[in-house]
């Protein structure tokens, strides 16, 4: 079965620092571009990180500088680690797939859209 | 303030059909495909439609979208209760690297 088990959430003081991880089967994690989406209280969903399957790493402004998007092949397991963590971060964090769409023989990442989704982890700044 | 306009809200009745817009320019819905999430809070969002107007398998038929110009939008017909949540429009952005962006989001009550 395709899924993505999310886990690290915690409450954590500001300032702090915390490890979420998001671990895949029934796929690899290396061959999709995998994203991080947060929805804050009262909010609606936030774009935060991606990681292409080349390697390449994107971070949304409010978090560049402060969250790292990695992952561990041997582990099938997608990562954001923040630091510096402030109240605005209090969220739920979701890891997503960004699925791929063959087309003519050509495969397209990130074409189909986030398919897959964890199930969420909550992380409290206060 | 997103760079995707939508209404925060919309209603209708079961049987009903209802569609809600999705606004941007040309960095983003202008230039780049439209995708459209369900969200039922407490749960994980679900992929509705890719690139435009395009369901996955799973995705009941009474689900439409489309695009023209930098405008998009979602149609939902024989509304049903289970169709009662937030649903967003996201687009690459031409302007933000590697990430694309996501409407503020649109309530949806079955009255």
């Known amino acids: 079965e395709v899924q993505l088990v999310q886990s690290g959430g915690k409450l954590v003081q500001p300032g702090g620092s915390l490890r979420l991880s998001c671990a895949a089967s029934?796929?690899?994690?290396?061959?999709?571009?995998m994203s991080w989406v947060r929805q804050a209280p009262g909010k609606g969903l936030e774009w935060v990180s991606v990681?292409?399957?080349?390697?390449?790493?994107f971070y949304a402004d409010s978090v560049k500088g402060r969250f790292t998007i990695s992952r561990d092949n041997s582990m099938n397991t997608l990562y954001l680690q923040m630091n510096s963590l402030r109240a605005e971060d209090t969220a739920v964090y979701y890891c997503?797939?960004?699925?791929?769409?063959?087309?003519?023989?050509?495969?397209?990442?990130?074409?189909?859209?986030?398919?897959?989704w964890g199930q969420g982890t909550t992380v409290t700044v206060s | 303030q997103s760079l995707l306009t939508q209404p925060p809200s919309a209603s209708g009745t079961p049987g009903q059909r209802v569609t809600i817009s999705c606004s941007g320019s040309?960095?983003?819905?202008?230039?780049?495909?439209v995708y459209w999430y369900q969200h039922i809070p407490g749960t994980a969002p679900k992929l509705l439609i890719y690139?435009?107007?395009q369901r996955p398998s799973g995705v009941p038929d009474r689900f439409s979208a489309s695009k023209s110009g930098t405008s998009a939008s979602l149609a939902i017909s024989g509304l049903r209760s289970e169709d009662e949540a937030h649903y967003y429009c996201?687009?690459?952005?031409?302007?933000?690297?590697?990430?694309?962006?996501f409407g503020g989001g649109t309530k949806l009550t079955v009255l």
């Open positions: 029934g796929f690899t994690v290396s061959s999709n571009y």
């Open positions: 990681i292409y399957s080349g390697g390449s790493t």
């Open positions: 996201a687009a690459w952005d031409d302007s933000l690297r590697g990430l694309g962006v």
């Open positions: 997503a797939r960004e699925g791929t769409i063959t087309i003519s023989g050509v495969v397209i990442p990130r074409g189909y859209g986030m398919d897959v």
């Open positions: 690139r435009n107007n």
């Open positions: 040309s960095s983003n819905v202008g230039s780049n495909y």
